[in-house]
């Protein structure tokens, strides 16, 4: 890794690296892979993370590395300078600039020339490079918003109480779903265009977040939608790009990159992913656990349910309390992966009738031997922090659901241009996901379960394999699995 990172700084090269390692898993070495190359090189550099990621950075202990008797130039270790900001310090700059990507796409996305073209920059964490770049460009109304805009033009005050009335009583006629999101419709459209038809931006400097709005609402492939809060009888407006990838690759050819991921596609030159994020041929390393200390068990149950089943919700309660009681004697953490809200419900309050206070349901608050009931996002963002367990059992895969009206947006953007939503969009997410969530249960070699028997029917299958590879699959429970 540290080779590739060399020559992208000596060649001006960009490269994508596959980790195999959550993004989020704090204080793991691979990173002096790329911060030694970079304190070394001559010239300066940008790396980009979140601020977690960075907060390791500015703490790794590089006193090893200054006096080892192999490294050419310890001076350049030890004196080059190092920076924490949202923009370039000056033009003469020498050193590393840490800056987070919200900083660093708007910079580039916007072109306001924040940071100078061609530093190469180091992007550590590619896997929620597309998250980043559609939070990024999405913008925004809240309710202040509305209460501000009148404030700004009271001439236009009953206009504007009537199109928040009259958007609310169509938002709220939506039957409730777990997000509170619903894509907005010609009705919502229409209100919305005709009070920007009535109010005046060009007089008023300050309504900055309601021009930002109507410049992202006059874009094309647009994904504009509504979340409410039924509690306070108020909703939010959003508006943001379906599509990242022509707005992404516009902003590659400004400087040569070294892309670094944990699992960002099941192929070394990650295809699906480049063209998700609109990167063109790359010099790409993928590595791969290593099958003697980072193999994990996996138990994929014959003949269980299908999850649409009526069947599955008891079979999986069932199946669950059975690896619990099980693995009793073992002092370590145990985490229930479920995607679907109700299901999640369900299911915790089954296992915390059994097995009392140890079930905890999306806290890091946990007992030693405690059982995580958690959804993907909640692991997805906390589980560097804690234990590796030494049991996670997965309910479902984590494809993304059409009954997400956000989702089922994308899915019919890919049909309207003839491609294979699923191929493209849904399975390569999951795998992702799937990936990441089980990186942290290597480091123990632990077991994972899956209850989702679409692994054993569907063509996809062999593909959910090779991504939990390198693993031992049964499909019976197995104790010694469990109490070791």
Request: overall charge negative.
């Amino acid at each position: 890794m540290a080779r590739l990172v060399a020559r992208a700084l000596r060649l001006g090269r960009n490269a994508l690296i596959q980790t195999g390692i959550p993004p989020n898993h704090y204080h793991h070495s691979y990173r002096f892979s790329y911060w030694i190359p970079l304190l070394v090189w001559h010239q300066p550099a940008i790396v980009v993370a979140p601020d977690a990621i960075l907060d390791e950075l500015q703490r790794l202990n590089l006193q090893p590395w200054i006096n080892s008797e192999t490294l050419n130039h310890p001076d350049l270790i030890a004196n080059k300078p190092i920076t924490r900001g949202d923009s370039w310090p000056d033009d003469h700059f020498p050193g590393v600039l840490l800056t987070t990507p919200q900083a660093w796409l708007s910079g580039r996305l916007r072109d306001d020339n924040s940071f100078p073209q061609q530093v190469l920059t180091v992007i550590d964490g590619a896997d929620d490079l597309e998250v980043w770049t559609r939070q990024t460009l999405t913008v925004s109304l809240h309710p202040q918003d509305w209460n501000y805009l009148i404030q700004q033009q009271p001439q236009q005050a009953e206009t504007i109480r009537d199109a928040r009335v009259h958007l609310t009583r169509i938002l709220f006629k939506h039957p409730p779903n777990p997000d509170q999101c619903y894509v907005l419709e010609t009705p919502e459209k229409n209100i919305i265009e005709k009070l920007y038809g009535v109010i005046d931006l060009s007089s008023y400097l300050n309504l900055v977040q309601w021009s930002q709005f109507w410049q992202g609402w006059q874009r094309t492939e647009q994904l504009k939608w509504a979340v409410v809060d039924r509690r306070l009888g108020t909703f939010s407006l959003f508006c943001g790009p379906v599509d990242v990838a022509s707005e992404l690759s516009r902003i590659w050819p400004q400087q040569p990159v070294v892309l670094i991921g944990g699992a960002l596609d099941l192929d070394k030159t990650a295809p699906i992913y480049r063209q998700a994020v609109g990167l063109g041929e790359i010099t790409g390393v993928k590595f791969t656990p290593d099958r003697q200390s980072q193999l994990i068990q996996l138990y994929i149950p014959s003949g269980f349910p299908l999850p649409n089943t009526p069947q599955y919700q008891l079979a999986l309660i069932k199946e669950i309390y059975n690896i619990l009681y099980m693995s009793l004697s073992v002092q370590r953490l145990t985490v229930l992966l479920i995607g679907d809200v109700p299901l999640k419900a369900q299911v915790s309050t089954a296992m915390a009738a059994e097995f009392g206070s140890r079930v905890r349901v999306e806290t890091t608050n946990l007992a030693e031997n405690g059982v995580l009931v958690t959804g993907w996002e909640f692991w997805r963002q906390h589980q560097g922090s804690l234990p590796s367990p030494h049991l996670l059992a997965i309910a479902t895969l984590p494809i993304p659901s059409l009954e997400d009206p956000l989702v089922a947006a994308q899915v019919a953007y890919y049909k309207q241009r003839h491609l294979d939503w699923f191929r493209f969009y849904l399975l390569p997410t999951a795998l992702s996901e799937l990936q990441r969530a089980v990186a942290t249960v290597r480091d123990s070699q632990g077991v994972v379960a899956l209850f989702d028997s679409r692994v054993l029917h569907r063509s996809y299958g062999e593909q959910v394999l090779t991504a939990l590879s390198p693993s031992a699959r049964i499909d019976y429970l197995d104790t010694l699995w469990l109490i070791q």
